[in-house]
């Protein structure tokens, strides 16, 4: 089986939205209570960023996963910590959410703060509104197909 996908960010940062969109799936969000494995991604549940003592979680299960996104709300921008993505095995993406209804400061302020974790390339989308997902899903496609076949 190829590697997964695996999106992690704050609690409501629209992380399991952000995947129902891009499976085309359909089916009604709820709150994610675990980490949650599917056939194409693993959903974080937002404690096991906002708490760091969680941290490990994240860590432990990205390792089998192919890449990461780091989801940011630009309804409400939070910090990062310096380097936290660099951490992770795999290569890891910025996901600025929200930009459906967030203003310009908000996707600014989400965007220096995913530089300051450390990433490197970053999408403006929208996981209700589908703004950037056509974007976003080809450069997934992209990096997880180059993994297929791989042993992790
Ligand atoms: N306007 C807008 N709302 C969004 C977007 N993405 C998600 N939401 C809303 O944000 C809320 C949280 O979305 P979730 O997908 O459950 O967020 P999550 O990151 O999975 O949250 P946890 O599972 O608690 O960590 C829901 O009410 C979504 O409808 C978006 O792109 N635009
Ligand atoms: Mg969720």
New binding site residues.
């Given amino acids: 089986m190829r590697p997964r996908l695996m999106?992690m960010?704050?609690?409501?940062?629209?992380?399991?939205?952000?995947?129902?969109a891009l499976t085309g799936s359909g089916e009604p969000?709820?709150?994610?209570?675990h980490v949650t494995f599917s056939d194409y991604a693993v959903?974080?549940?937002?404690?096991t960023?906002d708490m760091p003592r969680l941290y490990f979680v994240l860590i432990n299960s990205a390792v089998k996963s192919g890449l990461v996104l780091l989801?940011s709300?630009a309804?409400r921008p939070r910090s990062f910590p310096g380097g936290f993505a660099k951490v992770m095995k795999p290569p890891v993406i910025g996901v600025i959410?929200?930009?459906?209804?967030a203003g310009a400061t908000g996707i600014e302020m989400s965007r220096r703060a995913l530089k300051v974790a450390g990433v490197k390339e970053v999408f403006a989308?929208?996981?209700?509104?589908g703004q950037g997902l056509e974007e976003l899903k080809g450069r997934i496609e992209e990096i997880l197909g180059r993994c297929s076949g791989n042993e992790w």
């Fill in positions: 999106v960010g704050p609690t409501g940062a629209g992380k399991s939205t952000l995947i129902a969000v709820r709150k994610t209570e959903d974080t549940p937002g404690e960023f989801v709300d309804t959410n929200k930009v459906d209804v989308v929208s996981g209700r509104g």
